[in-house]
């Protein structure tokens, strides 16, 4: 009797298991996609071209707020996807500003998952905003922004202000 109550409570738990296994891996699992990948060898891949990657922001005072705008063109032939956006101190966000439109900001503790997929052809701007009164430093100080493409050749962009904060 002992055995027949436990396969009756076993039986149950375990489809449930199932199912929700198969729920997870095949239902929900297929409308998630990922950054489309691409090998150095490929003849079809995004390139990514950055004409300037630094910028001096210049004297400012610790109260003040200051941006530089960076453009990412693709060069290649397949479309290049902005991911994984974030800073290397609080006081430093970035946006993606892409067809007109701007995404909401990044930084240190909110990075980004997949922000923009920029057309062959066609640019964006990597928007580095510096916010000294945030985490307040004095002195000559860098900040930088790290974005990460799915360019084989150059996976990975850093984006860096300067500046002398008083």
């Known amino acids: 009797m002992a055995i027949k109550g436990a396969l009756f409570i076993?039986?149950?738990?375990?489809l449930f298991v199932v199912v929700l296994a198969v729920y997870f891996f095949l239902i929900r699992g297929a409308s998630v996609t990922g950054?489309?990948?691409?090998?150095?060898?490929?003849?079809?891949?995004?390139r990514v071209e950055v004409a300037?990657?630094?910028?001096?922001?210049g004297p400012m005072k610790v109260s003040d707020e200051k941006s530089a705008d960076f453009t990412v063109?693709?060069?290649g032939a397949k479309p290049l996807q902005l991911s994984?956006?974030?800073?290397?101190?609080?006081?430093?966000?970035a946006q993606i500003i892409y067809n007109g439109k701007s995404s909401e900001e990044f930084g240190m503790?909110?990075?980004?998952g997949a922000v923009a997929e920029i057309a062959p052809g066609q640019s964006a701007v990597v928007r580095v905003i510096y916010r000294p009164y945030q985490m307040p430093v004095y002195g000559y100080v860098e900040r930088e922004v790290y974005v990460t493409t799915n360019d084989p050749l150059n996976s990975k962009l850093v984006f860096k202000v300067t500046a002398s904060v008083s």
């Open 10 to 14: 076993t039986v149950p738990v375990f």
């Open 35 to 46: 950054p489309a990948s691409y090998a150095v060898s490929d003849a079809q891949k995004p």
């Open 52 to 57: 300037e990657d630094s910028r001096d922001l």
């Open 73 to 75: 063109k693709n060069t």
């Open 84 to 93: 994984d956006i974030q800073s290397s101190c609080m006081c430093t966000a």
């Open 109 to 112: 503790h909110s990075q980004s």
